[in-house]
């Protein structure tokens, strides 16, 4: 016999409803629909100026979003900022010049209602060997730790980073990603905001594509991949015609380069019969590219 | 927040630029002055050079304490993103003002306290008890109005501009104060611009307690109307600052 099991809805942690801001004409987001279940860690990926920086600033609290409504852990931004239960590491930031990396972090720390031992926070941001040090005499690097271990210092359950790794070269990338991975496995929940598609790739269990203040993809990278133009084929055309090409079964798009054709398609078996049997063109070099993230990026965040 | 006005200080106090005006520039121009002028007696308030000058240097370091440990640092950290960084966090808005003024009030202490304790070494002034604490809590309470105008001039005007701003006014309400040289010495114009200003007020109050005298009401009601304005236009200027759009 089947016992039926009541379904619980897991809590949201973050849950944006129709959310719009707007800047005097400029619509920064447009009508935003996200919800992000507790313990996930999903990449918010898309170019500069798509609305990544405005979403999570307005997850804080700190902008209003013009209509629509933001949740997190089902309270208004304020109240969960007010309750400790979002830490964040923002685009832009410096340190008190005159205090030192311990100090810093354990005055951050002691605001917070449940805050981390200081000893782990260090640990975590891998900051152990320069607690001491004063504020002003740390390099970009050092600093974005610092700031990371401010993000995480009052044990929050949601961590918002707005392109974290902006100024770290490639060492110190590998460093703060594993040290993300860390926090996280606690089963908190991560959003951070990228542009560069590998890191979103390696990071996040989920990405949400976003594009004129719009999600335009949302799913697991490899779902993001296949559900976009999924391959190519091209071809040398040399000085024949393309006119047409864009006609043929499965075709999402046509690009001429060089005297070289690129037909995106969803249906490759399909596209490459026809451009044999329906087309009279000499077809020289065919070659099959499957689509990588970045063509997926590329072809969801163009203009539409 | 007690901590965080314990982090105010200790920052200030690893200020290099706060410990040159704040405390070695009015324990220093106080020696140099008063090994000049310190016997000789003052005609308007009929005080010896060593204490006039005591109440005029730690008026002074007071002053630029109250200023130099506001305006600056707070226009600094509103735009170097500090303030964000607070903001995020379960500290409530207010408690950011209330620590900066707190701060900056003990922070007007080591000047206050130095130039005191520099007079009674080198020039061996005496003052009773009770006059010592009355003209100490009378100096220390009449930085009230300073300290909001720094933090006005913090939330009103970005790092760059705040600087100049700052060391104007400090300089400014100094000079006009009679602090640096006595305001009989004033041309006509000035002395008439003195005379409105907070320093003046705050400068004569601390000569009267020194010479064992009351202070006039018109001193105390002209800082005390100083002190409401510059509190209220910090606090307007405050919230325009960190208004959330």
């Known amino acids: 016999m089947r016992v039926p099991i009541p379904t619980v809805k897991p809590m949201n942690a973050i849950a944006f409803t129709g959310v719009t801001k707007r800047y005097g004409d400029v619509l920064a987001v447009d009508g935003l629909d996200l919800e992000i279940p507790a313990g996930a860690t999903v990449a918010l990926l898309g170019p500069n100026g798509a609305g990544k920086s405005t979403s999570i600033t307005m997850l804080l609290g700190l902008l209003r979003p013009s209509s629509g409504e933001i949740?997190?852990?089902?309270?208004?931004?304020?109240?969960?900022?007010?309750?400790?239960?979002?830490?964040?590491?923002?685009?832009?930031?410096?340190?008190?010049?005159?205090?030192?990396?311990?100090?810093?972090?354990?005055?951050?720390?002691?605001?917070?209602?449940?805050?981390?031992?200081?000893?782990?926070?260090?640990?975590?941001?891998?900051?152990?060997?320069?607690?001491?040090?004063?504020?002003?005499?740390?390099?970009?690097?050092?600093?974005?730790?610092?700031?990371?271990?401010?993000?995480?210092?009052?044990?929050?359950?949601?961590?918002?980073?707005?392109?974290?790794?902006?100024?770290?070269?490639?060492?110190?990338?590998?460093?703060?990603?594993?040290?993300m991975r860390a926090y996280a496995a606690g089963g908190r929940t991560i959003l951070f905001a990228t542009h560069y598609l590998e890191e979103a790739d390696e990071n996040a269990d989920r990405v949400v594509v976003i594009a004129r203040g719009r999600v335009v993809a949302d799913g697991s990278a490899a779902e993001i991949k296949a559900g976009v133009a999924g391959q190519a084929v091209s071809f040398l055309l040399g000085g024949q015609p393309v006119a047409g090409l864009d006609a043929l079964p499965g075709t999402t798009g046509v690009e001429l380069q060089g005297g070289r054709v690129t037909l995106r398609t969803t249906d490759l078996d399909a596209t490459v019969a026809a451009l044999y049997r329906t087309t009279t063109l000499e077809v020289r070099d065919l070659q099959v590219h499957g689509a990588d993230l970045e063509d997926a990026f590329l072809a969801l965040t163009k203009e539409a | 927040m007690r901590h965080y006005i314990k982090v105010e200080m200790l920052r200030m106090l690893r200020n290099k630029r706060y410990i040159i005006f704040v405390v070695a520039f009015p324990v220093g121009f106080y020696l140099l002055y008063s090994n000049l002028w310190g016997s000789e007696s003052d005609q308007a308030t009929g005080l010896r050079g060593s204490v006039l000058l005591m109440v005029s240097m730690a008026a002074y370091g007071a002053l630029a304490a109250a200023m130099m440990s506001t305006a600056v640092p707070w226009s600094q950290e509103r735009h170097s993103g500090w303030l964000r960084q607070l903001q995020i966090t379960p500290l409530p808005g207010r408690a950011i003002i209330l620590t900066k003024l707190a701060s900056s009030l003990l922070l007007?202490?080591?000047?206050?306290?130095?130039?005191?304790?520099?007079?009674?070494?080198?020039?061996?002034?005496?003052?009773?008890?009770?006059?010592?604490?009355?003209?100490?809590?009378?100096?220390?309470?009449?930085?009230?109005?300073?300290?909001?105008?720094?933090?006005?001039?913090?939330?009103?005007?970005?790092?760059?501009?705040?600087?100049?701003?700052?060391?104007?006014?400090?300089?400014?309400?100094?000079?006009?104060?009679?602090?640096?040289?006595?305001?009989?010495?004033?041309?006509?114009?000035?002395?008439?611009?003195?005379?409105?200003?907070?320093?003046?007020?705050?400068?004569?109050?601390?000569?009267?307690?020194?010479?064992?005298?009351?202070?006039?009401?018109?001193?105390?009601?002209?800082?005390?109307?100083?002190?409401?304005?510059?509190?209220?236009?910090?606090?307007?200027?405050?919230?325009?600052?960190?208004?959330?759009?």
């Not at chain 2, 061996?124 to 109005?145: D, F, K, Q, Y």
């Open chain 1, 71 to 179: 949740r997190v852990f089902g309270a208004p931004p304020e109240t969960a900022v007010a309750a400790g239960e979002i830490g964040a590491m923002l685009q832009e930031g410096t340190l008190i010049p005159e205090l030192t990396v311990a100090e810093t972090v354990d005055f951050v720390r002691r605001l917070y209602p449940r805050p981390l031992p200081l000893e782990e926070i260090l640990r975590l941001a891998d900051l152990t060997a320069l607690a001491r040090r004063r504020a002003d005499r740390l390099s970009g690097g050092q600093t974005q730790r610092v700031r990371f271990a401010l993000a995480i210092a009052g044990g929050p359950r949601l961590l918002l980073l707005d392109e974290p790794t902006a100024a770290m070269d490639v060492e110190s990338r590998r460093t703060f990603w594993d040290n």
């Open chain 2, 108 to 245: 007007v202490l080591p000047s206050l306290l130095l130039v005191g304790l520099a007079a009674v070494l080198t020039q061996h002034v005496s003052l009773p008890p009770l006059r010592w604490v009355e003209l100490i809590l009378a100096m220390w309470a009449g930085t009230i109005p300073f300290a909001a105008l720094g933090l006005a001039i913090g939330s009103l005007l970005p790092p760059d501009t705040a600087q100049p701003v700052a060391m104007i006014g400090m300089f400014g309400l100094a000079l006009l104060g009679g602090l640096w040289f006595p305001e009989s010495m004033m041309p006509a114009t000035m002395k008439s611009i003195a005379h409105v200003t907070p320093s003046y007020d705050y400068a004569r109050i601390g000569w009267r307690i020194a010479a064992g005298e009351t202070p006039h009401a018109a001193d105390a009601a002209g800082i005390l109307a100083w002190g409401i304005a510059l509190v209220g236009l910090a606090l307007v200027a405050y919230r325009r600052a960190t208004v959330r759009a």
